[in-house]
């Protein structure tokens, strides 16, 4: 089983920046593709960034691309989005994911409980 657990959400003003870290349990943790999630008041869940088990591979959603960047640090245990230049509509509650590379919400086994991202106008 691997455990997932989000910080470095809070407030920040438009146009600001935020680097979100994913810390991942077990020694397992390297053998899943990571993702990030994010889901606003009122919406879906919605798909942000992927990168695959290596690091070797990123995607990202249209909403998000130039913007923010995913990476990990396998030796870390830890996945990470930085975000910048945010934008009041990426005002979400950012969820870490581990499974499959891939942009379906369906495909991911682990997530963690989420962390909150409320960007000002």
């Known amino acids: 089983q691997v455990q997932l657990v989000e910080s470095g959400g809070g407030l920040v003003q438009a146009g600001g920046s935020l680097r979100l870290s994913c810390a991942a349990s077990g020694r397992t943790f390297s053998r899943y593709a990571m993702g990030w999630f994010r889901q606003a008041p009122g919406k879906e869940r919605e798909f942000v960034a992927r990168?695959?088990?290596?690091?070797?591979?990123?995607s990202y959603a249209d909403s998000v691309k130039g913007r923010f960047t995913i990476s990990r640090d396998n030796a870390k245990n830890t996945v990470y989005l930085q975000m910048n230049s945010l934008k009041p509509e990426d005002t979400a509650v950012y969820y870490c994911?581990?499974?499959?590379?891939?942009?379906?919400?369906?495909?991911?086994?682990?997530w963690g409980k989420g962390t909150l991202v409320t960007v000002s106008s």
């Open positions: 994911a581990a499974g499959a590379y891939s942009s379906s919400p369906g495909t991911m086994y682990y």
């Open positions: 990168i695959s088990v290596s690091g070797g591979s990123t």
